[in-house]
């Protein structure tokens, strides 16, 4: 059975990735989104699919008009970006929490079935044990970590305080098809695919052992899906990653070694607000919305890789 839903920041690398997976079973879709770090072209071939309100996660009037007669609002939207955050904390706080209540109260307002609510990684900080688990205590380092787990919280609360239906999402390092390689604030993986196929250095942050938990794009679309529907993940907080572990010097040879080049690497310093290592522990989502990865990392760099450089 089809329903009418609204992607946040659907025209981001993430939102736009679930929007696509959104019309391709049945959805009516409408995208949320003021372009500050989304692309018009990642909705290309779209405007007879997706009705789309322009504006603000600031604005509580917006965020209403968007919320207005959906079933499930998947929320997407964010300032995203550690450094980011390091840089301008207000206007990262403004975005990510304030942004968030505005879609909860909207959500509530309108008697919304579900929010799903795309968290970070990032909340666990330095602390505890690897791999991270849900049960462990956070501890965020950056603005944006701090942002991340208010949302978090905030959906905790409007379950228990007004009913209404949430699943917050970890995720871990997302990447793949439509991630923006050119922001100063990219992510690694398309900053790596870019200059290693350009033949330039890689810029590395600290000494390249620092670990991630690289999870490609259609594994986290997935998790979306079904924590949409499941029964008991109401109120839930779970990890979305693929359960590995991989070096950002490893990540740069795989890369290099895909396109078939050498890898030149450039080490600056280690750049404040990030974690050292990030590994999930994913039962939790296997318990309760029925996540399971489906492709792995070298499969989902090699799709990235296609995507990026026109060879797929």
Known sequence: MSS??????GAGFIGSNLVRALLERGDSVRVLDNFSTGFRGNLDGLDADVVLVEGDLRSYERVH??????????????LPSVPRSVQDPLTTTAVNIEGTLNVLLAARDEGVRRVVNASSSSVYGNGGTLPRDEGQSPDPISPYAVAKLAGER????????????TVSLRYFNVFGPRQDPNSQYAAVVPRFIRAIADGAPVTIYGDGEQSRDFTYVANVVEANLLAADAADAIGAIVNVATGGSETVNALADTIGRLLGREVEKSFEPERAGDVRASWADISLARATIGFEPRVGLEEGL??????LLGGG
């Open 4 to 9: 009418t839903v609204l992607v946040t920041g």
């Open 65 to 78: 008009a968007a919320v207005r007669g959906v079933d499930v609002v998947y929320h997407q939207g964010a």
């Open 154 to 165: 905030f959906c905790t609360s409007f379950s228990r305080v007004y009913e209404i239906e």
């Open 302 to 307: 090699q799709r990235t890789v296609e995507s």
